[in-house]
Protein backbone atom coordinates (compact mmCIF):
# COMPACT_ATOMS: atom_id res chain seq x y z
CA UNK A 1 0.00 0.00 0.00
CA UNK A 2 1.27 3.51 -0.54
CA UNK A 3 1.46 6.06 1.49
CA UNK A 4 2.92 9.59 2.90
CA UNK A 5 4.33 11.13 5.91
CA UNK A 6 4.48 14.51 6.30
CA UNK A 7 6.12 14.41 10.06
CA UNK A 8 5.46 18.35 10.73
CA UNK A 9 2.10 20.11 10.76
CA UNK A 10 3.10 23.47 10.86
CA UNK A 11 6.70 25.05 10.01
CA UNK A 12 7.09 28.27 11.14
CA UNK A 13 10.61 30.49 9.28
CA UNK A 14 11.36 34.19 9.40
CA UNK A 15 10.77 36.04 6.01
CA UNK A 16 14.23 35.69 3.71
CA UNK A 17 14.99 32.64 5.21
CA UNK A 18 15.43 29.32 3.80
CA UNK A 19 12.28 26.98 4.03
CA UNK A 20 12.17 22.98 4.16
CA UNK A 21 8.66 21.33 4.56
CA UNK A 22 9.60 17.28 5.02
CA UNK A 23 7.81 14.39 3.01
CA UNK A 24 8.79 11.16 3.41
CA UNK A 25 6.86 7.95 1.53
CA UNK A 26 6.06 4.90 0.90
CA UNK A 27 5.70 2.49 -2.48
CA UNK A 28 5.51 -0.47 -3.96
CA UNK A 29 7.46 0.37 -7.25
CA UNK A 30 8.77 3.73 -8.71
CA UNK A 31 7.21 6.47 -7.41
CA UNK A 32 5.81 9.45 -9.21
CA UNK A 33 6.48 11.84 -6.24
CA UNK A 34 4.11 15.72 -6.59
CA UNK A 35 4.09 18.53 -4.26
CA UNK A 36 1.23 20.89 -4.25
CA UNK A 37 0.00 24.21 -2.07
CA UNK A 38 -3.42 25.10 -1.29
CA UNK A 39 -4.23 29.12 -0.32
CA UNK A 40 -6.83 29.75 1.97
CA UNK A 41 -10.69 28.66 0.62
CA UNK A 42 -9.01 28.00 -2.64
CA UNK A 43 -8.63 24.47 -4.39
CA UNK A 44 -4.76 22.81 -4.75
CA UNK A 45 -2.58 24.15 -6.93
CA UNK A 46 0.41 22.06 -8.18
CA UNK A 47 3.95 23.26 -7.86
CA UNK A 48 6.43 20.46 -8.85
CA UNK A 49 6.93 16.97 -9.79
CA UNK A 50 9.86 13.92 -9.85
CA UNK A 51 8.93 11.35 -12.01
CA UNK A 52 12.41 10.39 -13.19
CA UNK A 53 15.79 11.87 -14.05
CA UNK A 54 17.54 14.85 -11.87
CA UNK A 55 16.99 14.14 -8.22
CA UNK A 56 16.63 17.89 -7.96
CA UNK A 57 13.57 19.18 -9.88
CA UNK A 58 12.69 22.45 -9.22
CA UNK A 59 9.14 24.12 -9.93
CA UNK A 60 7.18 27.35 -9.39
CA UNK A 61 7.52 29.64 -7.13
CA UNK A 62 10.90 29.60 -6.87
CA UNK A 63 10.65 25.94 -5.00
CA UNK A 64 12.17 23.08 -5.48
CA UNK A 65 12.40 19.51 -4.31
CA UNK A 66 14.57 16.72 -3.62
CA UNK A 67 14.13 13.05 -4.30
CA UNK A 68 16.29 10.51 -2.16
CA UNK A 69 15.33 6.86 -3.22
CA UNK A 70 17.59 5.74 -0.35
CA UNK A 71 16.00 7.75 2.77
CA UNK A 72 12.34 7.53 0.40
CA UNK A 73 11.82 10.89 1.02
CA UNK A 74 11.08 14.20 -1.34
CA UNK A 75 11.74 17.29 0.45
CA UNK A 76 10.62 20.94 -0.23
CA UNK A 77 12.65 23.42 -0.54
CA UNK A 78 13.05 27.02 -0.94
CA UNK A 79 16.55 29.60 -0.51
CA UNK A 80 14.61 32.42 0.69
CA UNK A 81 10.95 32.52 1.82
CA UNK A 82 8.49 35.03 1.10
CA UNK A 83 5.41 35.99 3.64
CA UNK A 84 3.50 35.35 0.24
CA UNK A 85 4.35 31.29 0.89
CA UNK A 86 1.99 31.03 3.89
CA UNK A 87 -0.57 28.20 2.79
CA UNK A 88 -1.04 24.55 3.21
CA UNK A 89 1.32 22.21 1.44
CA UNK A 90 0.73 18.61 0.33
CA UNK A 91 3.08 15.96 -0.57
CA UNK A 92 1.56 13.26 -3.17
CA UNK A 93 2.62 9.83 -4.27
CA UNK A 94 1.77 8.25 -7.47
CA UNK A 95 2.79 4.83 -8.46
CA UNK A 96 4.36 4.24 -12.08
CA UNK A 97 1.43 3.00 -13.87
CA UNK A 98 -1.21 3.44 -11.09
CA UNK A 99 -3.77 5.37 -11.25
CA UNK A 100 -4.48 6.13 -7.94
CA UNK A 101 -2.55 9.41 -6.02
CA UNK A 102 -2.21 9.37 -2.63
CA UNK A 103 -1.58 12.74 -0.29
CA UNK A 104 -0.19 13.39 2.88
CA UNK A 105 -1.83 15.23 5.64
CA UNK A 106 -0.38 18.40 4.74
CA UNK A 107 1.74 20.74 6.13
CA UNK A 108 0.62 24.48 7.44
CA UNK A 109 3.69 26.97 6.29
CA UNK A 110 3.90 30.25 7.99
CA UNK A 111 6.32 33.10 7.10
CA UNK A 112 6.77 35.80 9.58
CA UNK A 113 8.12 39.00 8.16
CA UNK B 1 -10.18 28.05 -20.85
CA UNK B 2 -11.93 27.59 -17.07
CA UNK B 3 -9.99 24.48 -16.23
CA UNK B 4 -11.94 22.61 -13.57
CA UNK B 5 -15.86 24.38 -12.37
CA UNK B 6 -17.10 22.67 -9.34
CA UNK B 7 -20.92 23.54 -8.14
CA UNK B 8 -22.05 24.61 -5.68
CA UNK B 9 -19.69 26.42 -3.83
CA UNK B 10 -21.43 25.70 -0.80
CA UNK B 11 -24.47 23.85 0.78
CA UNK B 12 -26.38 22.73 3.65
CA UNK B 13 -27.89 19.38 3.86
CA UNK B 14 -29.99 17.86 6.83
CA UNK B 15 -28.71 14.20 7.58
CA UNK B 16 -30.95 12.26 5.46
CA UNK B 17 -31.15 14.24 2.18
CA UNK B 18 -29.72 13.31 -0.93
CA UNK B 19 -27.49 16.22 -3.23
CA UNK B 20 -25.06 15.73 -6.23
CA UNK B 21 -22.21 17.46 -6.54
CA UNK B 22 -21.37 18.59 -10.34
CA UNK B 23 -17.56 19.03 -11.55
CA UNK B 24 -17.07 19.77 -15.06
CA UNK B 25 -13.30 20.38 -17.03
CA UNK B 26 -12.60 21.81 -19.87
CA UNK B 27 -9.47 20.31 -21.11
CA UNK B 28 -10.08 17.51 -22.74
CA UNK B 29 -8.64 15.40 -19.77
CA UNK B 30 -9.46 11.69 -19.42
CA UNK B 31 -8.69 10.67 -16.06
CA UNK B 32 -11.35 12.69 -13.34
CA UNK B 33 -11.50 12.25 -9.63
CA UNK B 34 -13.13 12.88 -6.47
CA UNK B 35 -11.74 13.72 -2.89
CA UNK B 36 -12.50 14.75 0.44
CA UNK B 37 -10.45 17.14 2.51
CA UNK B 38 -10.73 16.96 6.71
CA UNK B 39 -8.50 18.39 8.65
CA UNK B 40 -5.31 16.52 9.39
CA UNK B 41 -6.48 13.92 6.79
CA UNK B 42 -4.91 15.40 4.12
CA UNK B 43 -7.24 13.77 0.61
CA UNK B 44 -8.86 10.84 0.51
CA UNK B 45 -9.67 9.11 -2.65
CA UNK B 46 -13.77 8.79 -3.22
CA UNK B 47 -13.45 7.92 -6.50
CA UNK B 48 -12.16 7.86 -9.88
CA UNK B 49 -12.79 7.53 -13.66
CA UNK B 50 -9.59 6.75 -16.04
CA UNK B 51 -11.86 7.28 -18.71
CA UNK B 52 -15.21 8.13 -20.23
CA UNK B 53 -17.70 5.28 -19.37
CA UNK B 54 -15.61 3.85 -16.40
CA UNK B 55 -15.86 4.71 -12.59
CA UNK B 56 -13.70 2.55 -9.92
CA UNK B 57 -13.83 3.25 -5.93
CA UNK B 58 -10.74 5.16 -4.07
CA UNK B 59 -9.73 4.78 -0.35
CA UNK B 60 -13.57 5.88 1.35
CA UNK B 61 -16.53 5.07 -1.49
CA UNK B 62 -18.99 4.28 0.88
CA UNK B 63 -22.27 6.43 1.14
CA UNK B 64 -21.38 7.88 -2.93
CA UNK B 65 -22.13 7.06 -5.97
CA UNK B 66 -20.47 8.61 -9.13
CA UNK B 67 -21.55 9.19 -12.81
CA UNK B 68 -19.12 9.67 -15.46
CA UNK B 69 -21.48 11.49 -17.76
CA UNK B 70 -19.23 12.24 -20.66
CA UNK B 71 -15.74 13.56 -21.16
CA UNK B 72 -16.07 16.58 -19.09
CA UNK B 73 -18.46 15.80 -16.57
CA UNK B 74 -17.66 13.69 -13.19
CA UNK B 75 -20.60 14.36 -10.51
CA UNK B 76 -20.55 12.71 -7.12
CA UNK B 77 -24.13 11.61 -5.26
CA UNK B 78 -25.04 11.56 -1.88
CA UNK B 79 -27.72 9.39 -1.39
CA UNK B 80 -28.90 9.97 2.23
CA UNK B 81 -26.28 12.69 3.62
CA UNK B 82 -24.76 11.79 6.99
CA UNK B 83 -22.88 13.78 9.92
CA UNK B 84 -19.75 12.37 8.99
CA UNK B 85 -19.97 13.44 5.04
CA UNK B 86 -19.28 17.42 6.48
CA UNK B 87 -15.99 18.05 4.65
CA UNK B 88 -14.81 19.84 1.29
CA UNK B 89 -14.82 18.05 -1.74
CA UNK B 90 -12.52 18.37 -4.48
CA UNK B 91 -12.77 17.30 -8.07
CA UNK B 92 -9.88 17.28 -10.34
CA UNK B 93 -9.09 16.68 -13.95
CA UNK B 94 -5.44 14.12 -14.94
CA UNK B 95 -2.82 15.23 -17.42
CA UNK B 96 -0.32 13.20 -18.22
CA UNK B 97 0.79 13.02 -14.43
CA UNK B 98 -0.41 15.93 -12.98
CA UNK B 99 -3.70 16.98 -11.51
CA UNK B 100 -5.76 20.09 -11.88
CA UNK B 101 -7.69 20.90 -9.01
CA UNK B 102 -11.77 22.80 -8.53
CA UNK B 103 -12.07 25.44 -5.89
CA UNK B 104 -13.99 22.86 -4.11
CA UNK B 105 -17.67 22.28 -2.34
CA UNK B 106 -17.83 22.81 1.17
CA UNK B 107 -20.86 20.15 2.46
CA UNK B 108 -22.23 20.86 6.01
CA UNK B 109 -24.32 18.40 7.32
CA UNK B 110 -26.27 18.88 9.80
Known amino acids: AQSVAQPEDQVNVAEGNPLTVKCTYS??????LFWYVQYPNRGLQFLLKYITGDNLVKGSYGFEAEFNKSQTSFHLKKPSALVSDSALYFCAVRVQYGQNFVFGPGTRLSVLP | NAGVTQTPKFQVLKTGQSMTLQCAQDMNHNSMYWYRQDPGMGLRLIYY???????DKGEVPNGYNVSRLNKREFSLRLESAAPSQTSVYFCASRLLETQYFGPGTRLLVL
Open chain 2, 49 to 55: SASEGTT
Open chain 1, 27 to 32: VSGNPY
